[in-house]
């Protein structure tokens, strides 16, 4: 009986021992922080399985909810209709964190946030934060572009290029005009003809798009158009003309159409983010535009297409991925 009692008191101890250990802390946190499970919301408004824009932001959510033990909430294919109940019901749940990966949420977090001033927002592929609760990472959208349009320059046969895009937004037509004064810089002779399909998921459209600007004459078609990409690649691959793929690498999609992709890294938009919010590193109330000099935007490998390109064509590309950095090349307008 003596021995069971001590037994008793030995895991009673040991047990009360261990309930008031603190939580490991993680760094940039404060003690009473470390106690806390950080909850983060993050909103997408297509699906996580696109292969590309979003599928690629969730891989890196899920790699950070691992890094600090997150309690992590997502929602997909959330309707610009929907986006701001979505962003209050997070708020209103108590969430420290919430971000909405997708640029034409910008306006949407901007005026939540200034509902719950106590709650962190972002806007992954953001362009815009207009509170001190707000912060907004995102490419620039255009230097990726400009890169893609060098190579169609010097690659296409025929002078006849075309770029699919999913609107005609500011940020859509300062990625056209990139692509094609890029274009024109290196062949004078080139036109570039710009169609979009009106969505990001509308793989139908994308395919129409493209094999409309093939019977124009296009050879070399820039996509970029979210899940429209996949039927743009496939029009170009079944008329046997090169596509240049975006937002990630899309060579695996059709390895001998293309090309390259004008890769914009959205992955990384959220490690900033959320590396930034428990590290305390990130300055809330800043837009962060990101391009190639930071390696958030460049070309994929040419995996397939690596000996078909010239050496010539590589070392324009490194020159003018070289002036870019350097500030010889700015920002074309958006209009």
Known sequence: MQKLS?????????GTFTACTPAKAVPGQTPTEAT?????????STTIKDEGYAQAAYNALM??????????????????AAIKDVLRSYASDGYDLI?????????????????????????????????????????????ASYLAGTL???????????????????????????FRSAAQAQNPNVTVKHVFTGSFEDVVK??????????????????NCGVGNFGAIEAAQENGVYAIGSSVDLAGKAPDTVITS???????????????????DLEWGKYYPMGVKAGIESLAPFHN?????????????????????????TAPPNE
Not at 63 to 80: G, I, R
Not at 262 to 280: C, D, Q, R, T, W
């Open 6 to 14: 001590i037994l008793m008191i030995f895991t009673i101890l040991f």
């Open 63 to 80: 790699e950070m909810k691992e890094k600090y033990n997150l309690d992590v909430s997502f929602q997909e294919n959330v309707t610009d």
């Open 305 to 329: 297409f690596e000996d078909k390109i010239p050496q010539e064509v590589k070392d324009k590309l490194e020159k003018v991925r070289q002036d870019i950095i350097d500030g010889k090349i």
């Open 36 to 44: 806390k499970q950080i909850r983060v919301g993050v909103i997408f």
């Open 262 to 280: 004008a890769v914009l890294s959205p992955g990384e938009y959220i490690k900033i983010i959320i590396n930034g919010y428990m590290n305390k």
């Open 206 to 223: 994308g395919k129409e798009m493209a094999t409309a600007v093939i019977r124009d004459g296009a050879d070399i078609i820039f996509t």
């Open 152 to 178: 169609a320059g010097l690659m296409t046969k025929t002078n006849k290029l075309a770029i699919i895009t999913a609107s005609e937004s500011p940020i859509a037509k300062r990625m056209v005009n990139s």
């Open 99 to 143: 971000i909405a990966h997708q640029l034409y949420f910008t306006d949407p977090v901007n005026e939540v946030a200034a509902e719950f001033p106590d709650t962190m927002f972002a806007i992954s592929g953001g362009f815009r934060a207009d509170h001190p609760n707000v912060v907004a990472v995102d490419a620039t959208n255009w230097e």
